[in-house]
Structures are given as structure tokens and as C-alpha cells.
């Protein structure tokens, strides 16, 4: 529990640096692209379309990755969460969840998770990104 505590505190720290590196960052550039490529695409495809049937679980009681785009839920979780999601791994916002996505808080810097984020939303419709907004507002 306190691994969890403590990862929440960091990533509230972090979301600051977040919300002012994606206001700035162009999320089109290649460069977010490109990791984004190099680190999600593998489970949540090129075109961010996710694994085919991602809400049945899987024979191991784990649901497939989600889609990234407007087809999916992400835009469904505020910055801070999806911040935390990425670092940490969902088991940071829901302890006990077993899931197949890995931390990658050792894999990647903060600024590189936020332009793989910002990249993300980029693709989504704007009544995605409206009720992201929302959310954001609902957990700064």
C-alpha cells in the first residue's frame, strides 16, 4: 500500500511537468511517434486499434490491451492517471488488477512518457478530447 501511496504523490509531483510539457510539445512530431512506436505499439498496434476483442478476457483472467484511440477508453482517464498508468503500471490506480502492461519507469524518462501521451491524444476526436478535459479538471 505504500508503494502505491508513494507512486501516487510521485506522479502528482510529475503531472505538473506533464501539463506543461504538453502544452508545449507539438504531440505530432516524430519523435513521439517514434516512441510510441518503439513502446506501445507492440500491444496497442501502429495505428493504436489495440488487440482484437480487448474487452474479453483472455484464458489467463487479463483483458487484452485497449485501443488508444477514440474506439477505446483512454480518453476516459485524466492526465495524472494516464501519466501514473505509464510509469508505474495500472496496478499504481487500481492495486491488485492484473495486467499485462508493464511499468516503464525504468524504460522511459518523464518527458518521454508525456510525448507518447501528447501523441496519443492528438488522434483523438474532439469529443474525446473535450470529456479528457473534464476529467483533467475532475483530478488535476
Known amino acids: 500500500m505504500l508503494l502505491a501511496a508513494e507512486a501516487t504523490a510521485l506522479a502528482s509531483a510529475v503531472y505538473f511537468l506533464f501539463v506543461a510539457t504538453a502544452q508545449q510539445a507539438d504531440p ?5 511517434r ?6 506501445c505499439a507492440r500491444c496497442h498496434g501502429a495505428n493504436l486499434e489495440g488487440q482484437p476483442d480487448w474487452m474479453r478476457r483472455l484464458p489467463n483472467g487479463r483483458l ?29 490506480i487500481a492495486p491488485g ?3 499485462d502492461m ?6 522511459l524518462s ?3 512518457i508525456t510525448l507518447i501521451l501528447g501523441y496519443i491524444k492528438s488522434t483523438w476526436p474532439e469529443r474525446a478530447r473535450a470529456y479528457q478535459e473534464e476529467r483533467n479538471r ?3
Not at 28 to 32: F, H
Not at 34 to 39: C, D, F, I, M, V
Open 28 to 32: 505530432a512530431t516524430a519523435e513521439s
Open 34 to 39: 517514434q516512441l510510441y512506436g518503439e513502446n
Open 64 to 92: 487484452p490491451a485497449p485501443p488508444h484511440d477514440g474506439s477505446g477508453h483512454t480518453w476516459h482517464h485524466s492526465d495524472k492517471q494516464l501519466f501514473t498508468i505509464a510509469k508505474f503500471g495500472l496496478q499504481a
Open 97 to 99: 488488477y492484473e495486467s
Open 102 to 107: 508493464p511499468a516503464y519507469e525504468s524504460v
Open 110 to 112: 518523464d518527458e518521454e
Open 138 to 140: 475532475v483530478d488535476p
